[in-house]
């Protein structure tokens, strides 16, 4: 099992459309939770870290569910310039390590 | 500008012709890492490093080098490249790995082609 999980995607979806991506993890003592943008053939940017009572930055909602290893990533109204990859990435208690689910493709169209 | 910088952007070399490719930023940030990405595989971490002089390996550290003698510069050591190691690289910073909601700053990347 994948220490780091994602949908696989790729989805397609309408502009204004509300799109949600999951990922689940595998080490419940990981600390620290974010979701990742990355444009193709270019380096991933952060969008959120999430924190453990959820939080919403725009038109973007991360939720965290420790009990049950969940991210989630909500997208609303979408647009054009959201089609990119989503990577959810997740840190250890430490710190140190850093692991990346494989990505979620998402083609947002007109 | 805040930035994290990787020369070369592009390489193609042989199997077994020693290469680094180096990695800086401007942030005075503690921490650094290397990622390869490969398709299907996602980005893995490679080598991180603590602060100066403290490294340690990720999840794919065999046949790759790393060394963190000043605090902006973490340079990526290739000995003997072989063609497995063909991928798209990046390094990337943060203030530091305490603290929790801290994400990174990534290169641009480097894509390396061993033939």
């Known amino acids: 099992r994948k220490e780091v999980e994602q949908d696989p995607g790729p989805f397609n979806v309408p502009e204004g459309a509300t799109v949600a991506f999951n990922c689940t993890y595998s080490?419940?003592?990981?600390?620290?939770f974010f979701w990742y943008r990355q444009d193709c053939r270019k380096e991933p940017k952060l969008l959120m870290s999430?924190?453990?009572s959820g939080n919403e930055d725009g038109r973007f909602t991360a939720q965290l569910n420790r009990a049950s290893q969940y991210i989630s990533l909500l997208i609303r109204d979408s647009k054009l310039s959201d089609s990119a990859t989503y990577l959810c990435?997740?840190?250890?208690?430490?710190?140190?390590?850093?692991?990346f689910g494989a990505g979620t493709r998402l083609f947002v169209k007109a | 500008e805040a930035q994290v910088t990787q020369n070369p952007r592009y390489l193609i070399t042989v199997t077994g012709k020693k290469l680094t490719v180096t990695c800086s930023q401007n942030?005075?940030?503690?921490?650094m890492s290397w990622y390869r990405q490969d398709p299907g595989l996602g980005l893995r971490q490679i080598y991180y490093?603590?602060?100066?002089?403290?490294?340690d390996k990720g999840d794919v550290p065999e046949g790759y080098k790393v060394s963190r003698k000043e605090k902006r510069n973490f340079p990526l050591i290739l000995e003997s490249p072989s063609p497995n190691q063909t991928s798209l690289y990046f390094c990337?910073?943060?203030?530091?790995?305490?603290?929790?909601?801290?994400?990174?700053?990534f290169g641009p990347g480097t894509r390396l082609t061993v033939t």
């Open positions: 990337a910073s943060s203030q530091s790995d305490r603290r929790d909601y801290d994400g990174q700053y």
């Open positions: 080490n419940s003592a990981s600390q620290s």
């Open positions: 999430v924190y453990s």
């Open positions: 990435v997740v840190r250890d208690t430490g710190g140190f390590k850093t692991i």
């Open positions: 942030m005075n940030h503690e921490y």
């Open positions: 490093s603590m602060n100066v002089e403290v490294t």
